[in-house]
């Protein structure tokens, strides 16, 4: 184990993206993610790698598009409003089967906003995030850690499934420092022959296209991706428990809002309320039969969220009505407090569930 | 004996281009350029959005659908991705001077090393014959059913003159299809557009006046008429930037 | 089994975020969970800003503090703000040059530092953040482990400015020894 150091979430992300062998980085400034791009523009070209400041949100992902057809390992990062603009390369992307790791470290919406943290781009993030058929890898790292191990783990599921992974931050985890060890396993780098790196004389021209103008086609090749996101959800999924075993109440939480949803059950427990946490580390593909199972056990799912309630739905719908899913939540750049989640654990134990 | 073959680097595929429209021409000639330099196997295209979105299907090297305007940008990731790789783009008029303008000026201004081919016909020909950043003053579309008025939607956009005014671009030239001259004009200024790239000198355009007789509603020898009449004289042929010619 | 939430808070430029590091490094060599959170954004160039530190013996959970144990006020809308948060029992570190009201809770400790007066006097006047630190660190038992609190420092000064080490030492003991009030 190597010596831990205390840095930003956006540094780690930065750093293990280079560990993990990116060294193509394309971004434009917004808050508060800057930091990724300031340390990539520091270290990229003293490793021979490219930093560049694009013009825009949507130069930068299709720079990233291009060196992603041209097989190499490639990333970019915004926040919310940012990813807005890329939407348009994220569902490009989606449609020529490309690689790539793209960072949200979300701030509070619609609109500008502001730049206080959320997690409220969870449905842009989940449900595709752009026009058309399509399914990103979404991590939701809850440590500056995470932040380093979910970066290196999103390029080698992109690169093993041919699908781009978004990191769903928020502005609590990228400007944090906690204590980080960037000694990762690292994965082998996959072939990629289907990359534009020219023919060599040697083999048939690839084309790297999302246009398939006979509907019959491009019905084909999106049930063919579906089927690959059918092996994703069965391989890939992530949660994390905390004291789930004897738990009457489930919490449901993710990032910022599991660190201070564990505060709210640790005081919680000390009153003898039988209380416990389901994180989703993996927001896509979502850990539906961990909150299925949970919903046989526990009286209440509390979902504790940084929006006016999206991952909520998602709960819902993986248990089925079979008990109450409420709301414990703060917007616009606020965040629950401790004893907010602590009351409405009260509320759940005694029964209410409004 | 005269002998009229196809570019080895020109797909053996029917085009879909319509009858008189000059993208075959260009295509050719791209092809021939790729030929002699004998670089087929390390070039990347990018293809556009617009008539020649299906060019990735038209040329044997490796090619890249990009979103539209996107082309500068993604030619940008490609060749940084692999320098060694020759990479060009090909783009119409809506594509390059409209939704892409931004891509197309700070890839100019950055002095990427890539080699861009512009198509200005003046009018969006896959959607049907809608106004263009290019369309003349006066200019019958689709969506400027009396005429472009420019106090309404403005003037033309002169790519080559304007992009001149930036430090950034190794070549900038004019050319057009429409006689045999300018073909053969037109074929020097592609060659030395992929030739600098080779060397390794930075941004090359080459803007190609070019006719759509089925959205400008001409006959394909009257369209060229038109180009010689109408669009020359807006867009005058030659040299507007050469850094190397100094 | 115990948990230390710290809250600095000042005038951006004060290095209220340097004063966090230091101390998060010091919790980290002692072998503590530790977190940093800075508020950020405008307020960063001018305004108001804070920084969050937690060093525990467990996980940290949450890293925003919103009731500190210590509190370190280097302006008078600081002490406004968060006085009232601060636990029972708690600390508040004053710097007395530039707040000229005492505390009023009387279930706290509090201590009154002329941190900017003597960072002048001694010809270091960008210290006097550091020069509190050594009061709160002296007072918090972190003097225990002196070399901890060098090596803390050697963290979060850069290489660059390694010649800053010995003035950065010099400030934390004049805030370690101060005696006043």
Request: with cysteine; proline share 5%; glycine share 10%.
């Amino acid at each position: 184990m190597s010596e831990k150091v205390l840095m930003k979430g956006n540094e780690a992300i930065a750093e293990a993206a280079i560990k993990a062998g990116c060294r193509h980085y394309f971004g434009y400034p917004i808050t508060p993610q800057t930091e990724i791009a300031a340390y990539m523009a520091k270290r990229m070209p003293k490793i021979g790698g490219t930093f560049l400041q694009a013009e825009s949100e949507i130069a930068a992902i299709n720079m990233v598009y291009g060196v992603s057809a041209a097989g190499k390992r490639v990333m970019t990062s915004s926040s919310s409003p940012g990813i807005s603009l890329k939407g348009e390369g994220i569902s490009y992307m989606a449609g020529a089967d490309l690689p790539a790791l793209i960072v949200n470290v979300q701030r509070g919406g619609p609109g500008l906003g502001g730049i206080q943290p959320s997690q409220s781009d969870y449905f842009q993030a989940t449900k595709g995030g752009a026009h058309g058929d399509f399914h990103m890898i979404v991590l939701a790292p809850a440590s500056v850690q995470e932040m380093a191990e979910l970066t290196v783990k999103g390029f080698e599921l992109a690169d093993k499934y041919r699908v781009t992974s978004m990191i769903l931050a928020d502005g609590t985890m990228g400007q944090m420092m906690e204590p980080v060890s960037l000694d990762f396993e690292l994965a082998e780098e996959v072939e990629k022959p289907w990359a534009v790196t020219g023919t060599k004389m040697g083999r048939k021209h690839n084309i790297v296209n999302s246009l398939f103008l006979k509907p019959d086609q491009l019905e084909k090749t999106n049930i063919e991706r579906f089927e690959r996101y059918e092996i994703i959800k069965q391989n890939e999924v992530r949660y994390e428990e905390y004291l789930m075993e004897d738990a009457e109440i489930c919490i449901a939480a993710f990032g910022i809002a599991a660190r201070v949803a564990r505060n709210a059950i640790d005081e919680a427990r000390k009153q003898g309320i039988k209380v416990g946490l389901i994180r989703p580390i993996t927001l896509w593909p979502f850990p539906e039969k961990a909150f299925a199972d949970a919903s046989n056990k526990v009286k209440q799912i509390i979902s504790v969220e940084l929006s006016m309630g999206q991952m909520i739905e998602d709960i819902r719908l993986s248990v089925n009505g079979k008990v109450p899913v409420t709301l414990c939540n703060r917007t616009g750049g606020m965040i629950p407090s401790p004893e907010q989640v602590l009351k409405a654990i009260i509320n759940a134990n005694e029964g209410g569930n409004e | 004996m005269v002998v009229f073959d196809k570019p080895k680097a020109l797909a053996d595929v029917q085009m879909h281009y319509c009858p008189g429209c000059t993208h075959g021409i260009v295509h050719r000639l791209v092809a021939e350029v790729i030929d002699e330099l004998g670089i087929e196997g390390k070039t990347i295209g990018i293809a556009p959005v617009g008539c020649s979105v299906m060019a990735y299907d038209y040329f044997n090297c490796d090619m890249v659908e990009a979103a539209h305007g996107r082309a500068p940008a993604v030619a940008t990731g490609v060749k940084r991705a692999n320098p060694e790789n020759i990479v060009f783009t090909y783009q119409g008029d809506g594509d390059l001077a409209s939704i892409g303008m931004a891509e197309t000026v700070h890839s100019a201004a950055r002095n990427e090393n890539i080699t861009i081919i512009f198509i200005n016909n003046a009018i969006y020909g896959m959607t049907g014959g809608q106004m263009a950043p290019t369309s003349l003053p006066g200019q019958i579309t689709q969506t400027s059913p009396y005429g472009r008025n420019v106090n309404e939607c403005g003037f033309p956009i002169k790519v080559c003159e304007m992009l001149s005014q930036l430090d950034g671009p190794e070549y900038l030239e004019r050319v057009a299809v429409n006689n045999v001259k300018n073909v053969k004009n037109a074929k020097k200024a592609i060659k030395k557009a992929f030739q600098n790239q080779v060397d390794k000198k930075g941004f090359s355009l080459v803007e190609v006046v070019s006719s759509c007789p089925t959205n400008w509603g001409l006959t394909p020898s009257n369209a060229l008429k038109w180009v010689e009449e109408k669009m020359i004289p807006y867009y005058p042929l030659g040299v507007y930037k050469d850094r190397s010619s100094k | 089994m115990s948990t230390t939430q710290y809250l600095f808070a000042g005038f951006g430029g004060q290095g209220i975020l340097f004063s966090g590091k230091v101390l998060a490094y010091k919790g980290l060599t002692d072998g503590k969970n530790v977190s940093w959170l800075p508020s950020y954004g405008p307020e960063m160039r001018g305004g108001t800003a804070s920084c969050s530190v937690i060093i525990s013996d467990t996980a940290v959970g949450s890293p925003i503090v919103e009731k500190p144990d210590v509190l370190v006020a280097m302006n008078l809308p600081s002490l406004d703000l968060y006085e009232e948060r601060v636990k029972s029992g708690g600390i508040i570190f004053v710097d007395s040059s530039l707040i000229d009201r005492k505390v009023k809770r009387t279930d706290v400790t509090a201590y009154y530092i002329p941190a900017t007066k003597m960072a002048s006097d001694n010809n270091i006047s960008k210290l006097a953040n550091v020069i509190l630190l050594g009061k709160v660190l002296k007072e918090t038992n972190g003097f225990t482990n002196e070399q901890g609190v060098i090596d803390a420092l050697k963290k979060v000064i850069s290489a660059k400015h390694a010649d800053m080490l010995e003035i950065n030492l010099n400030a934390l003991k004049l805030g370690r020894d101060y005696k006043g009030e």
